[in-house]
């Protein structure tokens, strides 16, 4: 199984502030890679898949790279709606599998 | 709109069954894949597997062979998910994504399992 690395777990951040979130995956996955947010209600939204292609509506302070084993998401100016939790996921082979997720909390 | 709507909350005793389901509207069924997704409470998301909504075949994650049973209702453009001899451990929400882009998400079923 592919296991997906992420980190930080816990990011504390002020609200502006350019944040990047990692995720290291154990092989290489061939940019197959998505990246979600979870609200506190349990709700899960998709931010980008592909590694980079962001979903629709999502806002354009949201941007995806990465390649082989190392991806990362970006928030460029953090608004307080993005306070949330955020998982990667490979769906390069199966199993697919998630990283452990980020907890971006308000410093 | 697409939209995929998951049934309600569900309590239940181990042992016992449960019967999920997730209707998708506003694109042809048949074209995406649903996968079902857990997360146990307080805990990270975990892949179940998906269905072929074209053929209806089912794949398993291997954590969610015996038990789990996917399913379809075609003709009413919903998929379900069936959990059998219920344990604690199946205490968790549970989602269904459509799949290829993995672009539209259920709000998720929370299933308590408790004597």
């Known amino acids: 199984d592919i296991q997906m690395t992420q980190t930080p777990s816990s990011m504390p951040a002020s609200l502006g502030e350019r944040v990047t979130i990692s995720c290291r995956a154990s092989q290489g996955i061939s940019n197959y890679l998505n990246w979600y947010q979870q609200k506190p209600d349990g709700t899960i939204k998709p931010l980008i898949y592909?590694?980079?292609n962001l979903q629709s509506g999502v806002p354009s302070r949201f941007s995806g790279s990465g390649s082989g084993t190392d991806y990362s998401l970006t928030i460029s100016s953090l608004e307080p709606e993005d306070f949330a939790m955020y998982y990667c996921?490979?769906?390069?082979?199966?199993?697919?599998?998630f990283g452990s997720g980020t907890k971006l909390e308000i410093k | 709109q697409i939209q995929l709507v998951q049934s309600g909350p569900e309590l239940k005793k181990p042992g016992e069954s449960v019967k999920i389901s997730c209707k998708a509207s506003?694109?042809?069924?048949?074209?995406?894949?649903m996968h079902w997704v857990k997360q146990a409470p307080g805990k990270g998301l975990k892949w179940m597997g998906w269905?072929?909504?074209?053929?209806?075949?089912?794949t398993y994650a291997d954590d969610f062979k015996g038990r789990f049973v996917f399913s379809l209702e075609a003709s009413a453009s919903t998929a379900n998910l069936q959990i059998s001899n219920l344990k604690n451990e199946d205490t968790a929400t549970y989602f269904c994504?459509?799949?290829?882009?993995?672009?539209?998400w259920g709000q998720g079923v929370m299933v308590t399992v408790s004597s």
């Open positions: 506003g694109y042809t069924f048949t074209d995406y894949a």
């Open positions: 994504a459509r799949g290829l882009q993995w672009d539209y």
């Open positions: 269905i072929n909504t074209y053929t209806g075949k089912p």
């Open positions: 996921q490979q769906y390069d082979s199966s199993p697919l599998t």
């Open positions: 592909y590694t980079s």
